[in-house]
């Protein structure tokens, strides 16, 4: 992988290989297919897996998983709750082939579908964003990610983001709030938070 070969490549250039691995999340067994040049080929990162041990499933409504890979935020919200249509959002061309090819196997294609940003449609607005958001795009480039989406929150919504300590978690929620985003921690745990963002 070269230097410019990150998971959050528009195309990446390494050779595709598929990699299946089993995801068990919210009570329900996720069958998913990841891959090389996409996050956390072969596994449940860290950081999402706590996501998914601090928090419940939601309760219904139009979900964006921000930054979504090869699906597994979004599918297990739309695995975990009946009522919730899921989009997901990438960047990369192959996780977003991943993330519907994944959809189309667990049965879910018809309340789950991964985009890129210029595929969604630009008055669609969400209940709630989920996201192990890409902290290693650089500080401004998150910056820019997170204020280009959360305005899309409807006004009761709410954004849920995992965060390493390390990475800068507790700063982030700092920014947040100054920018008219105030923002709590739902839980810490091995390192990491899950953030509860708001409207002010």
């Given at each position: 992988m070269t230097n410019k070969d990150h998971y959050f490549s528009a195309d990446p250039s390494v050779?595709?290989?598929?990699?299946?691995?089993?995801?068990?999340?919210?009570?329900?067994?996720?069958?998913?297919?990841?891959?090389?040049?996409?996050?956390?080929?072969?596994?449940?990162?860290?950081?999402?897996?706590?996501?998914?041990?601090?928090?419940?499933?939601?309760?219904?409504?139009?979900?964006?998983?921000?930054?979504?890979?090869?699906?597994?935020?979004?599918?297990?919200?739309?695995?975990?709750?009946?009522?919730?249509?899921?989009?997901?959002?990438?960047?990369?061309?192959?996780?977003?082939?991943?993330?519907?090819?994944?959809?189309?196997?667990?049965?879910?294609?018809?309340?789950?579908?991964?985009?890129?940003?210029?595929?969604?449609?630009?008055?669609?607005?969400?209940?709630?964003?989920w996201s192990n958001p890409p902290i290693r795009i650089g500080k401004e480039a998150l910056h820019e990610l997170l204020l280009t989406w959360l305005p899309r929150l409807r006004p009761e919504g709410r954004a849920v983001m995992v965060v390493g300590k390390n990475l800068g978690a507790d700063s982030l929620q700092r920014w947040l709030g100054d920018q008219g985003w105030p923002t709590t921690r739902l839980a810490s745990a091995k390192g990491f938070r899950v953030l509860e963002t708001r409207r002010a």
């Open positions: 050779p595709f290989t598929r990699e299946s691995f089993t995801a068990q999340v919210w009570g329900h067994s996720l069958d998913l297919v990841s891959g090389s040049g996409v996050f956390s080929r072969g596994h449940l990162d860290h950081a999402t897996a706590v996501l998914f041990r601090e928090t419940p499933p939601p309760v219904q409504g139009q979900f964006l998983d921000l930054g979504c890979g090869y699906g597994v935020i979004g599918l297990a919200i739309a695995k975990a709750v009946p009522l919730a249509n899921v989009t997901g959002l990438d960047v990369n061309e192959r996780a977003l082939l991943l993330a519907n090819e994944n959809a189309t196997s667990l049965g879910l294609d018809s309340r789950f579908v991964a985009a890129s940003a210029a595929q969604i449609p630009s008055d669609m607005t969400f209940d709630e964003i």
